[in-house]
C-alpha cells in the first residue's frame, strides 16, 4: 500500500487500522480532511464494487519496501500486484496523471490520492497509442517512489509485445485481418483457431482443404534462412495457396524508422533533453542529403512493403473480435484516412470560431497519435463536450459519417451540432446531413454523408416498410470513414451490438460519461468498439472551470410510524413499498422546504422522480409542472422554454426521460426524490444536468470551496432506498465527489410546514395521503410505468406496435440488474385466436 512504502517513513497505526477497516459507509456523511480521511476514503471506495470478484490490493503488505532516497520528489507507489497510487498534491501530479490514464484504468480519483490499476486492457490501450513496454517500465521506475519488481516488468513486456501485430482493416468493402509479413507466424496462429477458421472466406480458386494442405507446406518449407527474391517469390505462392492474400503493405518513412529503431534514445535521462542523443539524431537527418535519403526509403521499402492477410465474414466479426482477444492477441483497428477509400466528403470544415478545450485536444491526440485514426472510446463527463469532441473526430477523418444515437431527441441535437461548428450542411437539401429515425427519413447524399440515426433503427430485426428497407440497404452498402457511438456503454446490450455487424465502418468512436454497466458486459467493449483511449478526470476539469462546483448532499427523511407499519407489512407488494418510502411526508414537506429556499435564491431547480405515480402527486401538492412521457409534445415545448427564459418558472418536475437528451444549461439545483434502483449511471446523468459552468466561475483552482450547483438526493431511512443509495453513489466517488450526510433537515421542513400551512403538515394530512397510497391500484401505477417505458422505446426509435419488455428501457439496456433487450408484437398477443389455432398452439 502506498503509505506504507518503507520501515524509514511508515504512516501512524491509526492510519493503517483506517485504511483497512474502512468500510463503504465512512465515505458518507463525512467531510473529508487531512491525510488519514483521505486514506480512509481511498479504502472505503476500493473495499466496494469496484473489487467484487476482483483481486483487493488489500490483500498484499508491501511494509518492507524501500523507499528510493530521493522518494519526496516521485508523485506515486506502484506495487507489484499492478496497483498504482497517485499523490494528486505533488507537483507531478499533471504529467504523472496524463501518463497513468494512458496505460492504466482508473479505479478512484478522490482529492488526494487516486487509485489505479494495469491490466491486460489498459496496457493493450497504451500499446494502441504506441507506448512501448521500455517507455512504459522506465517511465514507471521514474515516477515510483519503491523499485518495480521484476513480476511486474515482466507482465508489462508480456501483455504489449503481442498487442498491435495484428490489425483489422476495411477494404473495398471486405474485412480483412492483416499482419505485417514478418509477423505471419501469428497470422497463421490465429487463422487456425478452430472459431476463427469457420469465419473465414478462402478465395473462389482455393478450396478449403487446399488451404489446409497448403498451411502445412508453408510451414515445412518456410522455416529455412536465406531470403533471395526466389525464396521469397515461393513463400508468398505457398500463402496464397493457404488462403492468404499477400500485397503491399502501408510503411513508415525511413526516417522514422530509423528513430524508432534507435535503442539507446529513449533512457531516462535524454527523453525530452533538446541537447541529448535523440534531438542531434533528429537534426542529423534532417540534415541527410536528399539523395541518399531518399535511397535508403527506396531501400526500406523493398525491404518491408508486404503484408498478409486473410478475409472474414462480416456477420461474423465479433466472433473474430472477442476469440482474437481471449487469445491475447487482440486486433488493432487503425485507419489510413488521407489516403485509402471513401473520398472525402465535400465541405466539411471547421468554421473560423469553433475552438475545442485541451482536455478535448489530449484526448483526439491520442486517437489521431500517429496520423492514422484508431478506433476506440473516449470518456468525458456531462457537459464537457463530448458532442463537439466527435464532431472534430469526424471533421478530422473527412469522410462519411455514422451516428448513432440512444434517441429521436439525440439525433437532432447531433444533427444541428455538425450543422453549428462544421460547414458541412451549408448547402441545404443536398442530403449532406441527414436524420433516420422512425419520424424522420431525411434524403441520404449517396456519395458521401453524415447521418444520425439511432441504434434501433440499424438493429431492428423485423419487418420493415419498403421505403425504409431501401434505406436500410444503403446504409449497409455504403463504406464509412467513421461510425460515432453516442452513450457507447449501452452497446454491449445484445440487440445493440449487431450494429457492428451491420455497418460497414473504417473507425468506430465510442462517447460516453459513465464507463459503467449494472452488468459483466462492459468488458465487451474493448474487443467491440477498442481500447479506452482518453478518460479526463471530473475534479480537474471542475478546478479548471469547465464543469460547475456542485455539491452533493444526501439528506435522510425518516418514515413516520403509521408508514413504517405499512412498508413492513408482509403482504405489501414492491410498487407499494415504492410509493410509501418516495410519497413519505418527511420527504415531501423536505422538497418542500429546498424548493422555496432556493426559488428564493433565484436557483433553477429540477426535481427528478423515477415513479411517475409520485411525480404527479409532487406537482399537484408543489403546484409546479411536470413532464414525463405521457406530457403532450406542445407542453412540452411550452415548460421547457418558460424554465430557460422565463424567471417565473423555476422548477420543474422531470421523470427519467429527463436523465439524458433535455439541454436545460440553466439548471443549477437537483432534487432526486426517487430513482432506478441501484444505478450507479442514472445518479451520474443527472448529476451532468447541472455540470454546465455557471457565470463568472474561477478558472484558476480557487473554486474548491465555493459551490455554485446543489445535487440533494432525499433518501428515505430504514428502507430499501437506502442500500440502493449508497450502490448509486459509488461511481460519483470514484470520480471524487463526496456526499454530505444531512439528518436533520427534516425537522426544519416539519417546522416551516406548521409555521406556514405546508404540505403534511399535521396527523390528518398524514393519514389522507397514507389511505390515497393504500386505495391507489398498484396495476394501474405499473400502467402508468409501462406507458413511460413505451415513450421511452419510442424515443429510441422503435417501431409503432412494439412493446418492450423486462429490459427497463435504456436503463435495462445500460445492463441494470442483468436484463437483457426483449421485443414483442403487442398487437399479436391481444388479437382473438381462432380456436383452431388454440388447438395447435396447444
Known amino acids: 500500500m502506498p503509505p506504507k512504502g518503507s520501515r524509514k517513513n511508515k504512516p501512524s497505526a491509526a492510519a493503517a487500522r483506517a485504511l483497512k477497516e474502512a468500510t463503504v459507509s465512512s465515505t458518507m456523511g463525512s467531510t473529508l480532511s487531512g491525510h488519514e480521511d483521505q486514506l480512509r476514503a481511498t479504502a472505503a471506495s476500493l473495499a466496494s464494487t469496484v473489487y467484487a470478484g476482483a483481486p483487493s490490493p488489500f490483500n498484499d503488505d508491501y511494509s518492507d519496501f524501500p523507499l528510493k532516497p530521493d522518494h519526496p520528489s516521485r508523485p506515486c507507489w506502484v506495487l507489484p500486484n499492478g496497483f498504482i497510487y497517485l499523490d494528486a498534491t505533488h507537483p507531478s501530479y499533471s504529467a504523472a496523471y496524463d501518463f497513468l490514464v494512458a496505460i492504466s484504468s482508473p479505479l478512484s480519483r478522490p482529492a488526494h490520492l487516486h487509485t489505479y490499476q494495469l491490466t491486460s486492457y489498459s496496457l493493450y490501450a497504451a500499446s494502441a497509442v504506441n507506448f512501448t513496454a521500455r517507455l512504459i517500465v522506465d517511465t514507471l521506475e521514474r515516477l515510483s517512489k519503491i523499485p518495480l519488481r521484476e513480476n511486474l516488468r515482466t507482465f508489462i513486456k508480456r501483455c504489449t509485445e503481442r498487442y498491435g501485430k495484428i490489425k483489422l482493416v476495411l477494404k473495398e468493402g471486405r474485412y480483412l485481418v492483416e499482419a505485417h509479413k514478418d509477423d505471419v507466424g501469428m497470422l497463421r496462429e490465429l487463422s487456425e483457431d478452430v472459431e476463427i477458421r469457420r469465419t473465414r472466406v478462402f478465395p473462389v480458386r482455393h478450396a478449403q482443404g487446399e488451404g489446409e494442405k497448403g498451411d502445412g507446406e508453408g510451414e515445412g518449407e518456410g522455416g529455412g534462412g536465406g531470403g533471395g527474391g526466389g525464396e521469397e517469390a515461393r513463400e508468398n505462392e505457398l500463402l496464397e495457396k493457404a488462403g492468404f492474400l499477400v500485397s503491399d503493405a502501408a510503411v513508415e518513412m525511413d526516417r522514422n524508422l530509423r528513430l524508432l529503431d534507435e535503442e539507446d534514445t529513449e533512457s531516462e535521462d535524454e527523453v525530452g533533453d533538446e541537447d541529448g542523443p535523440f534531438a542531434k539524431k533528429l537534426k542529423k537527418l534532417d540534415e541527410e542529403d536528399p539523395v541518399k535519403a531518399a535511397a535508403a526509403n527506396a531501400a526500406a521499402k523493398a525491404k518491408k512493403n508486404q503484408s498478409v492477410s486473410f478475409e472474414i465474414e462480416q456477420k461474423m466479426l465479433e466472433v473474430v473480435k472477442k476469440r482474437a482477444s481471449q487469445l491475447d492477441c487482440p486486433l488493432m483497428e487503425e485507419y489510413d484516412f488521407r489516403s485509402s477509400s471513401p473520398s472525402p466528403l465535400p465541405n466539411f470544415n471547421l468554421r473560423p470560431l469553433t475552438q475545442i478545450r485541451p482536455y478535448q485536444a489530449r484526448s483526439l491526440s491520442r486517437m489521431f497519435g500517429n496520423g492514422r485514426a484508431r478506433s476506440g472510446i473516449i470518456v468525458l463527463p456531462c457537459g464537457a463536450g463530448k458532442t463537439l469532441t466527435g464532431v472534430t473526430a469526424a471533421q478530422t477523418i473527412g469522410k462519411s459519417t455514422i451516428v448513432l444515437c440512444t434517441n429521436r431527441v439525440s439525433c437532432l441535437q447531433w444533427k444541428s451540432q455538425f450543422e453549428l461548428w462544421t460547414t458541412v450542411g451549408d448547402a441545404k437539401d443536398d442530403g449532406r446531413v441527414c436524420c433516420f429515425t422512425a419520424q424522420d427519413q431525411e434524403k441520404m447524399n449517396a456519395s458521401g454523408c453524415v447521418l444520425v440515426t439511432t441504434y434501433t433503427m440499424l438493429t431492428w430485426a423485423g419487418k420493415r416498410a419498403e421505403g425504409t428497407e431501401r434505406y436500410m440497404e444503403a446504409i449497409r452498402n455504403m463504406e464509412w470513414g467513421c461510425m460515432l457511438l453516442d452513450e457507447v456503454h449501452v452497446v454491449p446490450a445484445e440487440t445493440f451490438r449487431r450494429v457492428i455487424a451491420n455497418v460497414k465502418a473504417h473507425t468506430r468512436l465510442g462517447l460516453t460519461a459513465t464507463l459503467v454497466r449494472e452488468d459483466d458486459k462492459i468488458a465487451d467493449l474493448n474487443f467491440l468498439i477498442g481500447p479506452k483511449l482518453y478518460e479526463a478526470n471530473w475534479l480537474d476539469l471542475t478546478a479548471q472551470g469547465y464543469l460547475a462546483n456542485v455539491k452533493c448532499m444526501e439528506v435522510w427523511c425518516p418514515l413516520s410510524r403509521m408508514f413504517m407499519r405499512e412498508y413492513l407489512d408482509p403482504e405489501a407488494d414492491m410498487r407499494r413499498k415504492q410509493l410509501l418510502y418516495t410519497l413519505c411526508p418527511a420527504k415531501i414537506r423536505t422538497t418542500e422546504f429546498l424548493v422555496k429556499h432556493h426559488e428564493a435564491r433565484g436557483d433553477k431547480i429540477i426535481v427528478f422522480s423515477d415513479l411517475v405515480y409520485s411525480l404527479n402527486e409532487y406537482a399537484k401538492v408543489l403546484k409546479r409542472p411536470a413532464i414525463h412521457g405521457g406530457t403532450p409534445e406542445h407542453e412540452r415545448t411550452l415548460w421547457l422554454g418558460q424554465f430557460k427564459n422565463d424567471d417565473k418558472v423555476n422548477t420543474l418536475l422531470l421523470s427519467k426521460v429527463g436523465d439524458t437528451s433535455i439541454d436545460?444549461?440553466?439548471?443549477?439545483?437537483?432534487?432526486?426524490?426517487?430513482?432506478?434502483?441501484?444505478?450507479?449511471?442514472?445518479?451520474?446523468?443527472?448529476?451532468?444536468?447541472?455540470?454546465?459552468?455557471?457565470?463568472?466561475?474561477?478558472?484558476?483552482?480557487?473554486?474548491?470551496?465555493?459551490?455554485?450547483?446543489?445535487?440533494?438526493?432525499?433518501?428515505?431511512?430504514?428502507?430499501?432506498?437506502?442500500?440502493?443509495?449508497?450502490?448509486?453513489?459509488?461511481?460519483?466517488?470514484?470520480?471524487?465527489?463526496?456526499?454530505?450526510?444531512?439528518?436533520?433537515?427534516?425537522?426544519?421542513?416539519?417546522?416551516?410546514?406548521?409555521?406556514?400551512?405546508?404540505?403534511?403538515?399535521?396527523?390528518?394530512?398524514?393519514?389522507?395521503?397514507?389511505?390515497?397510497?393504500?386505495?391507489?391500484?398498484?396495476?394501474?401505477?405499473?400502467?402508468?410505468?409501462?406507458?413511460?417505458?413505451?415513450?421511452?422505446?419510442?424515443?429510441?426509435?422503435?417501431?409503432?406496435?412494439?412493446?418492450?419488455?423486462?429490459?427497463?428501457?435504456?436503463?435495462g439496456l445500460s445492463g441494470r440488474g442483468g436484463l437483457t433487450y426483449v421485443e414483442k408484437s403487442s398487437a399479436r398477443r391481444d388479437a382473438p385466436r381462432n380456436p383452431f389455432f388454440k388447438s395447435m398452439r396447444r
Open 664 to 811: 436545460l444549461p440553466e439548471a443549477n439545483v437537483i432534487i432526486q426524490i426517487s430513482s432506478h434502483f441501484g444505478s450507479r449511471r442514472q445518479e451520474a446523468q443527472r448529476l451532468g444536468r447541472i455540470l454546465r459552468p455557471k457565470a463568472g466561475q474561477a478558472t484558476d483552482g480557487t473554486n474548491k470551496d465555493t459551490f455554485n450547483a446543489f445535487f440533494y438526493t432525499l433518501v428515505t431511512t430504514d428502507t430499501q432506498e437506502m442500500f440502493y443509495s449508497t450502490k448509486r453513489q459509488q461511481y460519483l466517488v470514484d470520480q471524487g465527489y463526496t456526499f454530505q450526510v444531512v439528518t436533520n433537515l427534516h425537522e426544519k421542513a416539519a417546522e416551516q410546514a406548521k409555521e406556514t400551512g405546508g404540505v403534511c403538515a399535521t396527523d390528518d394530512e398524514e393519514r389522507k395521503l397514507l389511505r390515497d397510497i393504500l386505495t391507489t391500484d398498484s396495476a394501474a401505477a405499473d400502467s402508468l410505468e409501462k406507458k413511460e417505458e413505451g415513450f421511452i422505446a419510442s424515443e429510441s426509435g422503435g417501431f409503432v406496435g412494439v412493446e418492450r419488455t423486462g429490459g427497463g428501457g435504456m436503463a
